[in-house]
């Protein structure tokens, strides 16, 4: 048998740590087996999904330097590895599935299940849905969809019993079938759900090992339902622990950068990332923490991942970082230093922004020191930041809240472009619906950003730096402004 394993991100956001660190494992197994590396793309939100956040996540998992045998990009023999172009192959798929009788058209409307959700919670019932259509003869179901009646297609989960798989890492897991409810498999617009396109692109691709997040163990039994129900052979499962915060909740960006660009543009080393992301779920030897990939992957064990739940240590990832860095040649060093902040593409982006205040080619370096840099330190200047007759919590939140606003939809469904204009237009909307004057929130993310009261035009400055530095900056200064003392009387 040829292991053949898969990553499959969804383009709906910002390339995410917790992407790079499951494919890792997916490439260094398939290459310790001398197997293939598949990357499909699961788009089938079409509301969410873009083709910038498809690009995005190709460029940085190259960036981490894990490259795939058959892609969108690359194309193979299972192709199209793009989920939006294979809807007619779904459409096929959940008919068998209502032949067999496994699945069955539900007509209920979102009125009515909004309502069923509602008394549901009032009584302290189980959410899920209550199999209303699901007795519906096969003649009136046919009937009221070739009426044109909008419909889904639900999975048949069984009533009784367990379904019970075995996990690569965790052993035996059994699900009381009575606490799965029938999920929905094709929406009303014809595209498929996670579940029905991920079973079955995994067996038209030919997957052997589905090797992905904890998170997905709930979501297994009706996946196992769905091979039974149309005959295949499972692959094996191997769920790999979540990424936490200290708190050991899951990593998310509240807490934690976890866009793959904020690691690129604050300086981490793409082989130090990949070295941290591999301990946390593996390690190579007791004594030891720094390895290259090629190391990994000839020493690697799957049966040797840890169920725990690994931390995701900033201090731990730039120390680490930091061995890599000290061990470099000077001359490579270099190189990784034009080629990260210092190149010649990264000046054109910032001298047009600078120039005009220049007087001596020295000067550059004091007008533009913030835009090579990765995090700041926001305490020497966090009184600043705080406008007369506001106070420092007050900024911290406003700021908090403005910078989870970027990533929210604004208009057309679409979160705020990172681009000067468009960020102008969505800050000053911002602060008049909170109240805010525009200078006071302009120079309080002005001194967030760059750590200076006068730079160039603020929502340029924010577009050179990017969404990850600009995200985390402010997030961070808002951290800082929340933990000050409130004022005195």
């Known amino acids: 048998m040829t292991v053949r394993v898969r990553i499959a991100p969804s383009p709906t956001g910002d390339p995410h740590v917790g ?30 999904s873009t083709l910038e956040s498809e690009a995005a996540i190709l460029r940085a998992l190259r960036w981490v330097g894990l490259e795939w ?9 299972h192709g199209p590895y793009r989920q939006s172009e294979r809807a007619e192959i779904y459409r096929q798929h959940a008919q068998m599935l209502i ?18 959700r509602k008394r549901q919670m009032a009584e302290k019932k189980n959410l899920g849905y209550d199999g209303l259509c699901r007795d519906l003869s096969r003649e009136e179901s046919d009937k009221r969809a070739a009426a044109g009646e909008p ?29 799965v409810d029938d999920q929905v498999l094709l929406k009303s617009d014809g595209f498929p759900t996670y579940h029905l396109a991920n079973v079955v692109d995994d067996h038209l691709m030919g997957i052997t090992h589905v090797i992905r997040a904890e998170e997905w163990i709930s979501s297994t039994p009706k996946h196992v339902v769905l091979y039974q129900a149309f005959g295949w052979q499972a692959p094996e499962f191997v769920h790999m622990p979540l990424l936490r915060n200290k708190d050991k909740s899951k990593i998310s960006k509240r807490k934690n950068p976890v866009s793959l660009d904020y690691y690129r543009d604050a300086g981490i080393l793409p082989e130090a990332l990949r070295n941290f992301l591999a301990l946390m779920g593996w390690s190579i030897a007791a004594d030891r923490e720094k390895f290259t990939l090629q190391e990994m992957i000839e020493a690697f064990d799957i049966d040797r991942v840890s169920t725990g739940e690994p931390v995701f240590d900033l201090v731990k990832l730039i120390d680490l970082n ?17 080629s990260w902040r210092l190149s010649k593409e990264s000046f054109r982006k910032v ?26 330190d926001h305490k020497p200047f966090a009184a600043a930041m705080v406008s007369k007759g506001r106070t420092p919590s007050e900024t911290g939140k406003i700021l908090q809240e403005y910078i989870e606003k970027v ?7 679409r979160r ?15 602060a008049e619906e909170k109240g805010w004057k525009v200078k006071e929130l302009f120079m309080a993310l002005r001194l967030a950003v760059t750590g200076k009261s006068a730079t160039p035009p603020l929502f340029a400055t924010m577009e050179v730096l990017g969404r990850e530095l600009t995200r985390k900056r402010v997030r961070d200064a808002a951290e800082t402004l929340k933990a000050l003392p409130p004022p005195k009387a």
């Open 151 to 179: 419909f889904v297609v639900r999975l048949a989960m069984p009533r009784e019993g367990d379904t019970v798989f075995p996990d690569r890492l965790r052993g035996e897991i059994k699900f009381a079938n009575a606490g």
């Open 69 to 77: 045998d058959e892609g969108p990009d690359k194309g193979g023999p």
């Open 99 to 116: 032949d067999k009788g496994a699945a069955y058209r539900c007509f209920c409307t979102a009125e009515r299940l909004a309502e069923l």
């Open 322 to 338: 930091g061995q890599y860095i000290r061990e470099m040649s000077e001359d490579e060093l270099v190189e990784r230093l034009l």
């Open 407 to 413: 990533d929210e939809p604004w208009k057309e469904a």
């Open 19 to 48: 992407t790079a660190y499951i494919a890792l494992f997916n490439y260094v197994f398939a290459r310790k087996n001398g197997g293939q590396f598949i990357l499909r793309i699961e788009d089938t939100d079409r509301t969410r």
């Open 351 to 376: 001298m047009p922004l600078v120039r005009e205040r220049m007087k001596t080619l020295s000067d550059f370096i004091a007008l533009g020191d913030f835009f090579f840099t990765g995090d700041l």
């Open 416 to 430: 705020v472009p990172f681009e000067d204009k468009a960020l102008e237009e969505f800050s000053r909307t911002f």
